[in-house]
């Protein structure tokens, strides 16, 4: 039976960079607290003149041109976020447009930061009986955020991960999606959130008054507790399924949380931090963006080799967590747009 396989990754960082001296002089916070706290050292924010289609599009196109691919023989295109271009019509459908996938259905999925794995779980059966499909992942957080939360706003940046997946059986080789699996649990849905805005609480003056109604909320010693020993778990467990064990693992690629969070769940799966992947120093918490802004950025750094294995683990708001074993049998082609000379 055939696998959902990736063709080709592209990836989108926009070229503004806010430093953590930037924010010193928007609250009151430093660059050694935000560093030792969480290994952030800057972020990438979207320009007032880019929303979420046209960020997720960049990193589209880039999928696409990587792999000469035409987006007219696609025949989904999916976009997972929980910053959409607007309430209604999906994001998807504005990205379809833009990118020329006049064939294709287009639909969004939100499931915080662990929403790309879940996405992908969903969308690789049809990979693998042979539809084409773009699955990009892509958040404008700095929208979101309450500038006056300083232990929130620190954490978060914005950019788009796109992969473009088909059948294993047939066109390229590239990196074989293989067993995965997600969880949630709805009960601990108020801890991390933007919880206004939707038909529980919806938009009223009263509202739009307080500034932080509109913006991401989250008790974050507690997110931390969750984060580190779920995420740990649930890559344990899809190594057991798949009947692997950590040695024939060769990256670890963590949602880039944040770099203690990353350590952390570095120690509880017991793997050589030189085999877990970060580049949260530079890009933040890019939420649903994250694994596919990371994936990327590896490729680009050539750190991806064939025959390898990567393990993926996810953690975010809901609590959703999700893990994804991927199979490297050729690399694909890649393109990671960031503007930027590495540092
Ligand atoms: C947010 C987080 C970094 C805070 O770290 P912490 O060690 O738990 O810090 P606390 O919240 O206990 O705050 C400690 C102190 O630092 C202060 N502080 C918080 N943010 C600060 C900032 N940006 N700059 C300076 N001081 C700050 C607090 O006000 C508190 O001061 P007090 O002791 O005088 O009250 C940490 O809880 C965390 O990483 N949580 C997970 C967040 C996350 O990754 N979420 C997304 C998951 S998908």
């Excluded at 430093?19 to 320009?47: C, F, H, K, P, V």
Aim: hydrophobic letters at 40%; aromatic letters at 6%; one cysteine or more.
């Amino acid at each position: 039976m055939a696998d959902a396989m990736i063709w080709s990754i592209g990836g989108y960082a926009p070229p503004h960079i806010i430093t953590n001296d930037m924010l010193s002089e928007r609250m009151d916070t430093n660059d050694d607290w935000i560093q030792t706290r969480t290994g952030i050292r800057e972020r990438r924010s979207a320009g007032d003149d880019e929303t979420t289609a046209s960020v997720s599009s960049k990193a589209a196109q880039a999928a696409l041109d990587a792999a000469d691919f035409k987006a007219n023989n696609l025949d989904w295109v999916v976009v997972c976020t929980d910053t959409p271009e607007m309430w209604s019509p999906a994001t998807a459908c504005f990205v379809q447009e833009s990118i020329g996938a006049q064939r294709a259905s287009a639909i969004d999925l939100t499931g915080g930061c662990a929403g790309f794995l879940q996405t992908l779980q969903i969308m690789s059966p049809l990979a693998a009986a042979g539809k084409r499909l773009l699955v990009i992942g892509t958040e404008l957080l700095t929208h979101a955020l309450n500038w006056n939360d300083r232990s929130t706003a620190v954490l978060f940046g914005d950019g788009a991960g796109a992969f473009l997946l088909g059948p294993s059986d047939s066109g390229p080789k590239g990196i074989r999606v293989g067993p995965g699996l997600s969880q949630s649990d709805g009960s601990q849905s108020t801890i991390l959130g933007k919880p206004y805005g939707g038909t529980r609480h919806p938009i009223t003056a009263k509202v739009v008054e307080k500034e932080e109604t509109h913006t991401i909320h989250m008790e974050g010693p507690k997110v931390f507790k969750h984060a580190v020993a779920l995420m740990s778990d649930i890559g344990r467990r899809v190594l057991k399924e798949a009947a692997l064990n950590l040695e024939q693992i060769d990256w670890v690629v963590p949602h880039q949380a944040n770099q203690r969070i990353i350590d952390a769940v570095t120690r509880q799966i017991g793997i050589s931090s030189s085999r877990v992947f970060s580049h949260v120093a530079h890009f933040a918490n890019t939420g649903s963006a994250s694994i596919g802004l990371a994936m990327s950025d590896m490729l680009e750094q050539k750190l991806v080799k064939p025959g390898q294995r990567l393990l993926s683990v996810a953690f975010g708001a809901g609590f959703s967590w999700a893990s994804q074993l991927f199979f490297v049998d050729e690399v694909p082609p890649s393109q990671f747009i960031h503007s930027t000379l590495r540092a």
